[in-house]
């Protein structure tokens, strides 16, 4: 609800900068940040990584990364005003090999009239944080830094408790960043405003009326040129234990006292707390069919692709509702989807009323920014009282920026100090203790390109069924 700040003087120093999630989201929503002013008046980029890179050569990656994802129109003399803040140094930065780093770092900060504020991104592998946070303190440069960590944090409860010790010796709580792109996306926080400024929609909120949750987000594309990253991580780690569970917490908290960081992730993190650890038996793991034949894959390599689970949340708004969460890599389909289904009503005068409730009255929302949809049951026009299905949507349109992604929100925030949409460490913890019993579980299913997943996830879901993206409502009843 706040109006967009600008953010104070800043250097940005990203790590991994030439690497693909560089390229892909972070000079991107830089440029589209610029465009809609809301960068500080002043900054710079230093990026830095080992490979041997010039200020000119970053200049035109980054020039070819915003042309390659660009959404406003690409302007060569912005560019050319654009490039001028930033710079590369290259150094394999860890204890004992710092100086180079805190050299470029002191250079670059003298470009400012007034000392900036330092925000450092580690856009690396989760592998690298625990030495480049240590380098940071050995070097100085984490006093009062806010230092961004992407995720996965960590990769197993012991990795986790490892990682959070080396950051927690060098960073306090409040300078640590734990980002998750999906809590920046607008349907996401659209979440919030359904239900808690609608009083019609936090009233059905609970297991009174509610008789499942899914949490469905098939990709249709394969790892590209992640193999390396995705062969050790897997869909469990990269997905579930990130993505999925920080939308299940928003789907299935607590009001806050009022929206803002402590408040907000106290409610989320009663959601982790209130899960039951995963079970064997609530997980299906899959691998697409070719996925070891892939460059880069250790053979006969047992890496998830998909994996669906259910999730039950013993409190009392929730207990007896299954929470189905689903995702897998080179899908059907390209989806994030959000549904609760409603419970037939306890007495109906329609005998022809479905007894699943997909198949009956259910709400949908496209987190990737189509809007929203409430399926209902209705008369079908005519003498006879028969029923049928009609939808009403709700969409965006035009309104707001289009430039506005979950990452060009992420930055902005974390250039204003703001750390309501971060994770806590204390729910990354919680969350790895959930997946625990599941992060050895054996061979994947085999499943074809271009499929739904293996079928025994579909007898994980019984009797109910997914909602299948590309054909949400399949049952008998005649449309209206």
Not at 106 to 132: E, N, V
Not at 259 to 287: C, H, N, W, Y
Not at 435 to 457: F, K, N, R, T
Request: charged letters at 25%.
């Amino acid at each position: 609800m706040d109006q967009p700040r600008t953010p104070p003087d800043t250097l940005l120093v990203v790590f991994g900068a030439n690497g693909d999630l560089s390229k892909r989201k972070l000079l991107p929503a830089l440029w589209n940040l610029e465009e809609e002013g809301l960068l500080p008046g002043d900054w710079h980029l230093l990026g830095t990584a080992r490979s041997e890179v010039s200020d000119e050569d970053f200049r035109e990656l980054a020039r070819d990364a915003i042309t390659e994802h660009e959404r406003c129109a690409f302007d060569e003399d912005r560019f050319a005003r654009f490039r001028q803040h930033l710079s590369f140094v290259s150094t394999d930065f860890r204890p004992g090999d710092t100086q180079v780093l805190s050299d470029a770092v002191a250079h670059a900060t003298r470009r400012f009239i007034d000392d900036p504020q330092l925000l450092l991104y580690l856009s690396t592998p989760p592998s690298t944080f625990g030495r480049i946070t240590a380098g940071l303190g050995e070097a100085g440069l984490a006093k009062e830094a806010r230092v961004v960590f992407e995720k996965p944090f960590g990769t197993d409860p012991a990795s986790f408790a490892e990682l959070d010790e080396t950051v927690h010796s060098v960073l306090r709580e409040d300078q640590a960043y734990f980002i998750d792109h999906f809590l920046g996306k607008e349907m996401v926080q659209n979440l919030l405003a359904f239900r808690f400024a609608n009083g019609a929609f936090e009233a059905m909120w609970n297991r009174a009326h509610i008789d499942h949750v899914q949490i469905d987000v098939p990709e249709d594309l394969g790892v590209d040129n992640r193999v390396a990253f995705y062969d050790q991580t897997g869909a469990i780690r990269d997905m579930l234990v990130t993505h999925l569970f920080q939308v299940l917490s928003i789907v299935a908290m607590e009001p806050p006292v009022r929206l803002r960081s402590g408040p907000l992730t106290d409610e989320k993190f009663k959601v982790f707390d209130s899960m039951r650890s995963l079970a064997v038996d609530d997980v299906v793991i899959g691998q697409y069919d070719g996925y070891r034949d892939l460059e880069g894959v250790a053979e006969g390599s047992g890496t998830d692709t998909y994996v669906a689970a259910r999730v039950h949340i013993d409190n009392w708004r929730w207990d007896g509702v299954p929470f189905f969460l689903r995702t897998g890599k080179e899908m059907a389909d390209k989806k994030q989807l959000v549904t609760l289904a409603f419970r037939r009503p306890p007495a109906t005068m329609f005998p022809e009323v479905p007894d699943s409730g997909l198949e009956r009255d259910h709400l949908t929302f496209d987190l990737s920014g189509g809007g929203a949809g409430f399926s209902l049951l209705a008369k079908v026009p005519g003498p006879a009282l028969r029923l049928g299905r009609t939808n009403m949507r709700f969409t965006y349109g035009e309104t707001g920026s289009q430039l506005i992604g979950p990452y060009e929100r992420l930055i902005h925030d974390a250039l204003l100090g703001d750390r309501t949409l971060f994770t806590r460490t204390d729910g990354i913890a919680r969350t790895w203790e959930l997946v625990a019993p599941i992060l050895d579980m054996g061979d994947p299913h085999p499943y074809a390109q271009g499929s739904w997943g293996p079928e025994a996830a579909n007898d994980l879901i019984a009797p109910r069924r997914w909602h299948l993206p590309q054909d949400p409502d399949r049952f008998s009843l005649p449309e209206i």
